[in-house]
C-alpha cells in the first residue's frame, strides 16, 4: 500500500476557483491540471480534486481525474474526493466523509495500490475508523472554515492533539488552516495539513497559478522549517 509523506495535503476545490459557474463552457479540464502540476511542483505530498459543484458520476470527475493522474505521472498520489466510481475508473485514491459511503466496500472496490482516507470528526471516531482499511484519516475542522458547509464543531489543537493520540493512522488536519498554523499542527503529531484557501486564496477571488504555487511552497517551508 502506497502512503504519502509528512507535509501538505493540496485540495484543488471547483469552488473555490469558480468552477460551478463556468460549466455551460467546456469543463476546464486543463486548469485543474495546471494547478495540480504547480501543486506537486511546490512540494505537496498529495492532491485531492474535489467538485462538489458536480453530481457523483459526473464524466467531468472522471476526465479531470485521469489527467491529473497523467500530467503528475506518480510523483504524489492523486486523491477523488466522495465519488468511488471515478476514482475506480481513473485509478486513483479516494476520500470519503462519514456520511460518503462505506470504507470497508470501497476498499474492495478501489486498486490495490490507492489510498483511502475517511474523515473523523470527534476523537470516538477516530477510535472507531482504527479497524477501517484506509490509509488516513482527517480530522477536523481544526479552525472555522467556509471551505465547506458542516455542522461539526470546531475541535482546535487540543482536540487535533487527542485525536493523533488515539490514532495509529496516520491523521490530516482539516479545517481552516493558513500559514500560521503550521507549525502548530505540526507540532502535534500530525502527519499532514490539507488546504485549500491558504493556497488557492479567497472565495470570488482565486490565486492565479503561479501565486497559488508560491502560496504552496510557503507552507511546504513552514512545515520543513
Known amino acids: 500500500m ?11 476545490d ?8 463556468r460549466m455551460e463552457r467546456r469543463p476546464p479540464v486543463n486548469l485543474l491540471r495546471a494547478y495540480a502540476v504547480a501543486a506537486a511542483d511546490a512540494g ?8 462538489k459543484h458536480l453530481p457523483l458520476g459526473h464524466p ?7 489527467a491529473l493522474r497523467r500530467a503528475l505521472g506518480g510523483r504524489i498520489p492523486v486523491i477523488a474526493d466522495d ?20 470504507p470497508q466496500a470501497a476498499r474492495a472496490q478501489l486498486d490495490p495500490e490507492a489510498l483511502l482516507g475517511f ?4 476523537v470516538a471516531q477516530v477510535t472507531a475508523a482504527q479497524a477501517l482499511p484506509v490509509q488516513y484519516l482527517g480530522f477536523g475542522p481544526v479552525r472555522a472554515t467556509n471551505g465547506k458547509q458542516t455542522r461539526d464543531a470546531v475541535t482546535g489543537l487540543d482536540g487535533l492533539a487527542l485525536a493523533v493520540a488515539a490514532s495509529r493512522i496516520p491523521v490530516v488536519a482539516i479545517g481552516g488552516l493558513t500559514l500560521v498554523d503550521v507549525a502548530a499542527v505540526r507540532a502535534t503529531g500530525a502527519h499532514a495539513i490539507a488546504v485549500i484557501g491558504a493556497w488557492l486564496g479567497p472565495i470570488g477571488a ?20
Do not use: K
Open 206 to 225: 482565486p490565486h492565479d497559478i503561479p501565486t497559488a504555487q508560491l502560496r504552496l511552497a510557503e507552507l511546504v517551508a513552514a512545515w520543513n522549517a
Open 83 to 102: 465519488d468511488l466510481l471515478a476514482a475506480v475508473g481513473a485509478h486513483v485514491g479516494l476520500h470519503l466523509g462519514q456520511d460518503d459511503g462505506d
Open 14 to 21: 471547483g469552488d473555490r476557483l469558480g468552477l460551478a459557474t
Open 44 to 51: 505537496a505530498v498529495a492532491v485531492q480534486l474535489r467538485l
Open 2 to 12: 502506497r502512503y504519502f509523506r509528512s507535509g501538505i495535503y493540496a485540495v484543488l
Open 60 to 66: 467531468t470527475r472522471l476526465t479531470a481525474l485521469n
Open 119 to 122: 474523515s473523523t470528526h470527534t
